[in-house]
């Protein structure tokens, strides 16, 4: 993060604040339709999210312009610390982010964006606040396509397509321990990769056979 975009950050926050306090209206938005916490999270900063949380009553799934929540702008952040990414979305999902929330059935759900990191991390905070595992595109997006899901991101060939990394692993197995993921999310996902270890992953849950 450059000096230049913090410090633009935090402009917008001040402006936010004067406003607010100017119309007595904590979720106050800008013209890109982001409010305080938003801004907080490009930040990425915990300590300043849980302080606008606890000073204001501001609407933790507020959508912009460009269909980010504040978890999705997180998820959205490539280069972010981890400690800071999973305080952040812990802050987030305690004070009542919906993780199913998206502009349209054409973007990527907050666990789609997760398993896309190939952040275990992430995936299982995610499921234990009730993402759907189910969910699926419902038209081809700017990097993902129609049909796809959770399960089925993670076993497309991120990387080499001749190693299952253990991060890739561990997603999968989080996923397929959900109790309601639908067979039908299973079989698509299965049909994605020709890795002969992971559809078995998909298929048993396990890696202890090799599938040929």
Known sequence: MTAHFHATELVRIAQLVLQTQHSGYDNYTDEQGCNQLHYCVSLHSPKSLKS?????VMDVNQMNIMGETPLLRTLNIIHMDTVALYAIVDILLHHGADPNIRKSTGEPTALMLAVLREDGG???RLLEAGADVNARMTEDGLFLKKGDSALSIAAKSLGSPTILT????????????NTGISPSIIFHAVQQTQHPALKHLLVHGNLNAHVH
């Open 166 to 177: 253990q991060s890739k692993e561990t997603v999968i197995s989080l996923l397929l321990r």
């Open 52 to 56: 606008c949380l606890k000073q204001y």
């Open 122 to 124: 992430l995936v299982r």
